[in-house]
């Protein structure tokens, strides 16, 4: 898990990146909350940076919010870190409404579900976003891990490390040393360029575009710099981007099917309860994930 308590941890961290998808969210789980009862304990599972409480931060709720990460804590609600979505440490029936956005499904289904259910008091709500298998966002995340698996495959972190390497100082003044060393970089240099043109048409644009701008950075820009300092920055840069794939893998394996959704669902619900489950949708269509609604009774 520590990619994602280093994601948590990162300012820009966000479950929607998108402010259009943001903004459909907000609405969403606004209109799923209307007909809830105010006030009473509210849980938010797998909470990260605490946005679905934002969200629905006009409700007079007391909120806990837990993670299995190391996240930071979150303004306005008790912050409980490294809980497993399906141990919480709660009595059950213990909150009033259990909410998760594109958290629940993270963890081992339908235990986390089952769990969710457990402590929520009879009469309470469980307001669930999940990631959709169809959805606009597990096609970008599938789009971006196979950008990333060809870029660490196709040979260029290695030949800019070496490149790295033989352009940096030597401990000596020999000049056969040096023009030794010139020449082995000229021949990476020479590599770099066919890997990047292979690269090219093996990615998505503006992801190369990227890359390229980091490649330059410490070949180009960090000249003065020390070789321990480039490679550093390197290395980190490319440990960032396999920790992201890491969350990539982890968000495509979490989507849902309708039958996964209704199977853990139905083995729930009594005769009594309610439930409702349909697919969030942005103005102009995009699909973005499951919206389930269910009512303990």
């Known amino acids: 898990m520590d990619h994602w308590s280093s994601y948590w941890k990162s300012t820009q961290a966000s479950a929607v990146t998108d402010s259009q998808w943001g903004d459909a969210l907000a609405e ?25 409480i934002r969200y629905l931060s006009h409700r007079n709720q007391q ?4 993670d ?10 008790v912050t409980l870190r490294q809980v497993p979505l399906q141990s919480q440490p709660f009595s059950d029936g213990q909150f009033s409404l259990v909410c ?5 499904e993270y963890g081992p289904w339908p235990s986390s579900l089952n769990e969710a259910w457990r402590v929520l008091r009879r009469n309470g709500s469980l307001i669930l976003i999940v990631h959709h298998e169809l959805s606009v966002i597990t096609k970008e995340a599938k ?7 060809s870029f660490l495959s196709s040979g260029v972190v290695n030949c800019v490390e070496n490149m790295l390497k033989a352009m940096g100082k030597v401990d000596t003044d020999a000049k056969f040393v040096a023009l030794e060393n010139n020449l082995n970089a000229r021949k990476l240099k020479q590599q770099l360029d066919s ?17 390229l701008q980091g490649i330059m950075l410490v070949l180009n820009e960090m000249m003065g710099d020390e070789v321990k300092l480039k490679l550093s920055r390197w290395q980190a840069g490319v ?20 039958k996964t959704l209704n199977s853990g669902i139905n083995g729930l619900l009594t005769c009594e309860s309610e439930f ?20 303990k009774y």
């Open 143 to 149: 789009r971006d891990l196979a950008d990333i698996d």
């Open 239 to 258: 440990g960032e981007l396999k920790s992201y794939g890491e969350r990539l893998k982890h968000q495509i394996a979490s989507a849902k099917d309708e």
């Open 63 to 66: 909120w806990v919010a837990t």
């Open 68 to 77: 299995l990460a190391d996240i930071d804590a979150i303004e306005g609600a």
């Open 100 to 104: 998760s956005m594109f958290g629940l």
């Open 28 to 52: 969403c789980l606004i209109e799923l909350t209307d007909e809830v009862p105010q006030g009473g304990m509210a849980l938010d599972l797998a909470s990260g940076n605490g946005q679905l």
């Open 276 to 295: 409702t489950l349909r697919e969030m949708r942005t103005k102009d269509g995009q699909m973005l994930a499951w919206a389930i609604k269910l009512q």
């Open 195 to 211: 890997l990047l043109r292979c690269l090219k048409g093996q990615v998505s644009a503006d992801f190369f575009d990227f890359q």
